[in-house]
């Protein structure tokens, strides 16, 4: 054959196989075409967001990431349950209080925290409370829940709150007079780690004073908290902690440092406990220690407790968890919830000078003639009369703190493995190895819980006719969660909110900074980016 028809008949076989394959790609492509369209088209009258095959909401969810929990709102708007599909999970969000009774109380069994949620947080939280689910959760729980109720613990915390109260309100103090723009939330972060130490493990680490020092065990905790959250969204969470890169890097490097800080302090306790207990034989005299470390140190010297080292660790590392970031934000809520409702500010001011009135201190600290007193007197002395009982005085001021509660619920949504497939008191069908998920975020938001002015921070909502506050079920108002595993430190907290807030507002005011952006940051807790603000003396 000659060259030139040797080179036609290769060509059009060539032509012959690239149309083949053209033929192959537009079928191919209008099978995915139409499998698309019927998955999407299947999806027209389901709630929630729509999902794509393969990675379902994932990019809608990463899109909206930064304020995922009114995205979430913006949904339960629509339906007061709704499924968000995910490539390894699929999450079943709901609001309606009689699904979310079931859910954590009438079939409790049927939905633990579950294996997946152990493994994403298991090196942060190890088997501790928040972590672990049947005989192990059922054991802490037992032990805990016994030494919360302690009158000693209570009144121990008590002086630790108020001792924290007194130097953050020296501090402002200085700010005041300066005239010094602060992070009202760094204060308060510091506040509530030093005094869950004290009160948790009985050290002062000395984190909240003037010169604001820097903490590895702070840093590390924040960051750890942090960067654990997003194994939530990533499903390759556990490539990147294999090759040790990125967030995974930074998880891993934090909780070194947090495992440093506690198995020292873990080892120094049991020393000084030793020591004491060896002075006490020697003198007959008993010094006990009532922070909970030692507490649960105590408790390990029986070996049916099974308390090893590692589930100190644990405890501590599940009580900061539990004590510190959940009352910040409170605190921090609250703080701006009443910058910007001064009307609020005032009558918490008013309830309290009333307060003071009743307690015939009022020539020691306001009205002082000769003003003789300097401000840290007058605040001591107020302070002084602050306790567990006469703070339950203080209706107008826990109606406030639980209204933050409500609207900003420091533990904003809180998902929970199924078990077995099930039917929700509405319906909804849920399949074993899903997610439950409630969201106090967008449960204090629905008009369908709280009437027509949901979204409105309205303190008054939780007095009845009488005047007196009445407190809502805690389906409904599931900040603290409800049921079996309801919050330990629910007490602890408000004490602590209402010894620390009838200071501050007492003798502060909070100036926000104009156009300062208040939004929330993506961790377990809602926690603000910041709260900048001026402080001014009253
Ligand atoms: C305003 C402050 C607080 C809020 C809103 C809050 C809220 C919650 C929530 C929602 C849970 C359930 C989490 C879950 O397991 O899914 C919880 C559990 C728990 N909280 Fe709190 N908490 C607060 C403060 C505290 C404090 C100060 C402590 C103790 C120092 C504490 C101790 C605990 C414990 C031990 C659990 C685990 C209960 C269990 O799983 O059986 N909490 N809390």
Redesign the pocket.
Known sequence: MEPVNQLSSLFSSLDRNDYKIQIITTFVISILFAYVFLHRWNQRNVKGPKSWPIIGALVELLMNYHRMHDWLTDYFLESKTFKVILPNITINFIAEPANVEYVLKTNFNNYP?GEAFHELMEGFLGDG??NSDGEM?RQQ?KI?SYEFASRNLRNFSTTVFRDYALILSGILHQASICGKEIDMQELLMRMTLDS?CKVGFGVEIGTLTHELPDNRFAKAFECASTNVMLRFVNPLWRIKRFLNVGSEALLAQSIQVIDEFTYNLIHKRKAELHQVAKSNDNNGNSKVKHDILSIFIELSENPDNNLTDKSLRDIII??VM??RD??TS?FTWFIYMIMVNTNVAEKIYNELITFEDNNQAKEVIGSNPEGSKSFAEKVTQFASLLNYDSLGKLSYLHATITET?RLY???PQ?PKEVLEDDVLPDGAEVRAGEVVAYVPYAMGRMVYNWGPDATSFNPNRWFNEEGLFQSASPFKFT???AGP?T????D??YLQ?KMTLAILCRFFKFHLISNHPVTYKMMTTLTMERLKLTVTTR
Do not use: E, H, Y
């Not at 919050?487 to 629910?490: M, S, T």
């Open positions: 925290k409370i928040f959760w729980r805990s869950i599940n009580f539990a004590g959940t009352t409170t509660l619920p420091a533990v809180d900040t603290f969660q595993r919050c330990l430190g629910k602890s907290a909110l």
